[in-house]
Nanobody
Framework: QVQLVESGGGLVQAGGSLRLSCAAS????????MGWFRQALGKERELVAD????????YYADSVKGRFTISRDNAENTVYLQMNSLKPEDTAIYYC???????????WGQGTQVTVSS
């Protein structure tokens, strides 16, 4: 069982930056692929970025490539999402997720709100 707790959301002006953090419980954090999802009002949840167990492989949605960076610290059981050059369309609830294998995501955090004003 893994518990995930996100933090770092807030209100920022367009062009600004935020860094989200997701702290995981348990001693097997390094065995999970980690991801960040987001869900805007009235839209489906979408995968923003994910990162392999070692951190050596990352994936980004086209909409955030070049602006967002996912990273992880396995010693601290934490995954991060650095978000730069934020746009109003990045406004959403951001969720951290974990999966023990490639496929369905097994564990989810409660989400953190990111609001980007124009």
């Amino acid at each position: 069982q893994v518990q995930l707790v996100e933090s770092g959301g807030g209100l920022v002006q367009a062009g600004g930056s935020l860094r989200l953090s997701c702290a995981a419980s348990g001693r097997t954090f390094s065995s999970y692929i980690m991801g960040w999802f987001r869900q805007a009002l009235g839209k489906e949840r979408e995968l923003v970025a994910d990162i392999s167990r070692s951190g050596g492989y990352t994936y980004y949605a086209d909409s955030v490539k070049g602006r967002f960076t996912i990273s992880r610290d396995n010693a601290e059981n934490t995954v991060y999402l650095q978000m730069n050059s934020l746009k109003p369309e990045d406004t959403a609830i951001y969720y951290c997720a974990a999966t023990a294998r490639s496929g369905p995501w097994d564990y989810w955090g409660q989400g953190t709100q990111v609001t980007v004003s124009s």
